[in-house]
């Protein structure tokens, strides 16, 4: 092989190598071609997730004020019950009092 068949034979090679790349880049590029509707569809779906997380958040914030109120009426009902056991307790024991008292003039 002389110089000449061994330059052709090389630039034959070369050639077939860049087609053959040139095929595989056209492939891979016709295979992973997103269509315009399916970029539409991934915006839409975007579009949704970010209204879904904002729902989300606007529930989560409700949740934790509906929760705050609910406390605070329970530390008041809790604070009401406390009173109001107190005061019968006070009543209880006041009655028993005029009760006694009752019976000592009773027997004297």
């Known amino acids: 092989m002389n110089r000449t068949e061994f330059i052709v034979a090389t630039a034959i090679i070369l050639f077939v190598a860049f087609c053959l790349g040139w095929f595989a880049s056209w492939l891979i590029n016709r295979f992973t071609r997103v ?5 539409g569809e991934l915006d839409r779906m975007a579009q949704a997730l970010h209204e879904a997380e904002e729902t989300r958040d606007q529930a989560i914030t409700y949740l934790q004020q509906r929760e705050a109120e609910i406390t605070n009426q329970l530390s008041q009902t809790e604070a009401e019950l406390r009173a109001a056991m107190d005061g019968l307790r006070d009543a209880r024991q006041e009655a028993e ?7 000592g003039q009773r027997a004297g």
């Open 97 to 103: 009092e005029l009760r006694s008292q009752l019976s």
């Open 35 to 39: 269509s315009k509707a399916e970029v």
